[in-house]
Nanobody, 122 residues
Framework: QVQLMESGGGLVQPGGSLNLSCEPS????????MGWYRQAPDNVRELVAQ?????????????DYTDAVKGRFTVSRDGVRNLFLLQMNGLKPEDTAVYYC??????????WGQGTRVTVSS
């Protein structure tokens, strides 16, 4: 069973930054799709950033973001450290939520992290 270990959440003031990390218990290159989701109180879980592996060093990977975080959040894969990363800048109170890492293999197996809480407040 694959496990995803998240870290990096916390309390930050508006305008601040946080970096979230997600480490899978197997090679990160086994996953064709990776995403960061978030769920605020009384809200549904939403996809905020996604990373789609091309599977080839000759073809760029793809990333995409929900409109609310475009220009502020950056998602990336660190193959050396085996980490899936979410850099969050210009944080706003409405970014407050529990953030979940999600990974899916090419065969369709799906895995979720345990969640890490992000609170943006002065």
């Amino acid at each position: 069973q694959v496990q995803l270990m998240e870290s990096g959440g916390g309390l930050v003031q508006p305008g601040g930054s946080l970096n979230l990390s997600c480490e899978p218990s197997q090679s990160i290159f086994n996953f064709a799709f990776m995403g960061w989701y978030r769920q605020a109180p009384d809200n549904v879980r939403e996809l905020v950033a996604q990373f789609i592996s091309s599977g080839s060093i000759h073809v760029p990977d793809k990333t995409d973001y929900t409109d609310a975080v475009k220009g502020r959040f950056t998602v990336s894969r660190d193959g050396v450290r085996n980490l899936f990363l979410l850099q969050m800048n210009g944080l706003k109170p409405e970014d407050t939520a529990v953030y979940y890492c999600y990974m899916q293999t090419g065969a369709g197996s799906q895995y979720w992290g345990q969640g890490t809480r992000v609170t943006v407040s002065s």
